[in-house]
Nanobody, 124 residues
Framework: QVQLVESGGGLVQPGGSLRLSCAAS????????MGWFRQAPGKEREFVAA????????IYADSVKGRSTFSRDNAKNTVYLQMNSLKVEDTAVYFC?????????????????WGQGTQVTVSS
């Protein structure tokens, strides 16, 4: 049984930064692609970023590209999403997901395990 636990969310002013973490237990994340998704109230869960098993390939949604950095520390079984220059429209619950495959995907259906999410609120 894989458990993913996100942390690092919170309330931040526009233009601020947050670093989200996702710690995995029950299975090593080595050999697995990882993803971040987000869901705003009344909207579908959408892709944010994905990273391949070794960090060699990373892709971002256009909405966060240039403002976010996805990284992984396989030794700590943890992935991170650094978000800068946050905007009001970044407000959402952010979910970490594990895909039991080496390659990345932007399709949430391709991910096998999910965390419970962490709330990010960007507001003045």
């Amino acid at each position: 049984q894989v458990q993913l636990v996100e942390s690092g969310g919170g309330l931040v002013q526009p233009g601020g930064s947050l670093r989200l973490s996702c710690a995995a237990s029950g299975r090593t994340i080595r050999g697995s692609a990882m993803g971040w998704f987000r869901q705003a109230p009344g909207k579908e869960r959408e892709f944010v970023a994905a990273i391949s098993w070794n960090g060699g390939t990373i892709i971002y949604a256009d909405s966060v590209k240039g403002r976010s950095t996805f990284s992984r520390d396989n030794a700590k079984n943890t992935v991170y999403l650094q978000m800068n220059s946050l905007k009001v429209e970044d407000t959402a619950v952010y979910f970490c997901a594990l895909r039991m495959d080496l390659t990345i995907s932007t399709d949430r259906a391709m991910y096998n395990f999910w965390g419970q999410g962490t709330q990010v609120t960007v507001s003045s």
